[in-house]
């Protein structure tokens, strides 16, 4: 497109250079252009050789080429900062998922770490519980949270639970085994 634009620049400017070898040249002071500045001067050159031509269709077809070259970089732009915005936006999500998953282990080593001391509880108990007679292991048991008295029920020996069923109050016992049979499916 930028190689289109320069041949008909040159087409141009090599018709009215034909018709400027009569005047004299002239030597142009230096001057120092922002960006901006300097497009509308080129703009406003081209202008002026194309009308020099006499061609209106051939400057506003040029002036339409210049104007979408300039669009075409304004776009590349914005391309390019949103390319970085995004980049920028990718690094930090990355750095958040790696953050968040450094506290989910943490947070999961912490209740695996509890579950173990509970466990490591419970089978303390479970030896307590087996060394009792089993009265007193039903008395125990009778006045100890339901779920951890099935627990501590579920690892001990048939025959020991059978005597402390035997030996607790029917209401609790049967509650007891109620929640154990539930447990064991």
């Given at each position: 497109?930028?190689?289109?634009?320069l041949?008909?620049?040159?087409?141009?400017?090599g018709?009215?250079?034909a018709?400027d070898k009569?005047?004299t040249?002239?030597?142009?002071?230096?001057r120092?252009?922002?960006?901006?500045?300097?497009?509308?001067?080129?703009?406003?050159?081209v202008?002026?050789?194309l009308?020099?031509?006499?061609?209106?269709k051939?400057?506003?077809?040029s002036?339409e080429?210049?104007?979408?070259?300039?669009?075409?970089?304004?776009?590349?732009?914005?391309i390019?900062?949103?390319k970085?915005?995004l980049?920028?936006n990718?690094?930090?999500?990355?750095?958040?998922?790696?953050?968040?998953q450094?506290?989910?282990?943490?947070?999961?080593?912490?209740?695996?770490?509890?579950?173990?001391?509970?466990n490591?509880?419970?089978?303390?108990m479970?030896?307590v519980i087996?060394?009792?007679?089993p009265?007193?292991a039903?008395?125990v048991?009778?006045?100890q949270?339901?779920?951890?008295?099935v627990?501590i029920?579920?690892?001990?020996?048939?025959?020991?639970?059978s005597k402390?069923?035997?030996?607790?109050?029917k209401?609790?016992?049967?509650?007891?085994?109620?929640?154990?049979m539930?447990?064991?499916?």
């Amino acid at each position: 497109m930028k190689t289109f634009i320069l041949a008909v620049i040159v087409v141009c400017l090599g018709a009215v250079s034909a018709q400027d070898k009569k005047k004299t040249e002239t030597k142009p002071d230096k001057r120092l252009y922002t960006e901006e500045e300097f497009q509308k001067a080129v703009l406003e050159e081209v202008d002026r050789y194309l009308q020099k031509a006499g061609n209106n269709k051939l400057v506003d077809f040029s002036k339409e080429l210049v104007k979408k070259d300039q669009d075409l970089r304004l776009k590349e732009i914005e391309i390019d900062k949103m390319k970085q915005e995004l980049s920028h936006n990718q690094e930090s999500f990355k750095k958040k998922v790696i953050e968040f998953q450094k506290r989910q282990e943490l947070f999961i080593g912490c209740i695996d770490g509890k579950q173990d001391e509970r466990n490591k509880r419970i089978t303390h108990m479970v030896d307590v519980i087996s060394a009792m007679r089993p009265q007193n292991a039903a008395d125990v048991l009778s006045v100890q949270d339901a779920d951890i008295s099935v627990q501590i029920l579920e690892k001990l020996d048939p025959t020991k639970i059978s005597k402390i069923f035997n030996s607790m109050d029917k209401e609790i016992s049967a509650r007891l085994q109620k929640q154990f049979m539930n447990m064991k499916k």
